[in-house]
Nanobody, 118 residues
Framework: QVQLVESGGGLVQPGGSLRLSCAAS????????MGWYRQAPGKQRELVAVISSITSGGYINYADSVKGRFTISRDNAKNTVYLQMNSLKPEDTAVYYCNARYRSDAYWGQGTQVTVSS
């Protein structure tokens, strides 16, 4: 089992920045891909950013809607993955979830609310 705990959400004005953190309960980055997803009210959960496992090369992909504004990264020593979000827009408002995936194993965090509003 893996527990994922997100933090860092909150209320921010348009154009502002937030950094989300996702702490894993044990060292998993060597084989687990880590991703950030979001779900806005009335919409399906969507992938925001993903970083592949260390053994898979650490490749990174972003949703088109966040390219150039969001950055996913990880600190292997702290078992923590981050999502730096800059130039935030109202349409980025959602609950953001951390995900760990390896083959058929998948774990989710509890989610953290991000609200972009003036």
């Amino acid at each position: 089992q893996v527990q994922l705990v997100e933090s860092g959400g909150g209320l921010v004005q348009p154009g502002g920045s937030l950094r989300l953190s996702c702490a894993a309960s044990r060292s998993i980055f060597s084989i687990y891909a880590m991703g950030w997803y979001r779900q806005a009210p009335g919409k399906q959960r969507e992938l925001v950013a993903v970083i592949s496992s260390i053994t898979s090369g650490g490749y990174i992909n972003y949703a088109d809607s966040v390219k150039g504004r969001f950055t996913i990264s990880r600190d292997n020593a702290k078992n923590t993955v981050y999502l730096q979000m800059n130039s935030l827009k109202p349409e980025d408002t959602a609950v953001y979830y951390c995900n760990a995936r390896y083959r058929s194993d998948a774990y989710w965090g509890q989610g953290t609310q991000v609200t972009v509003s003036s």
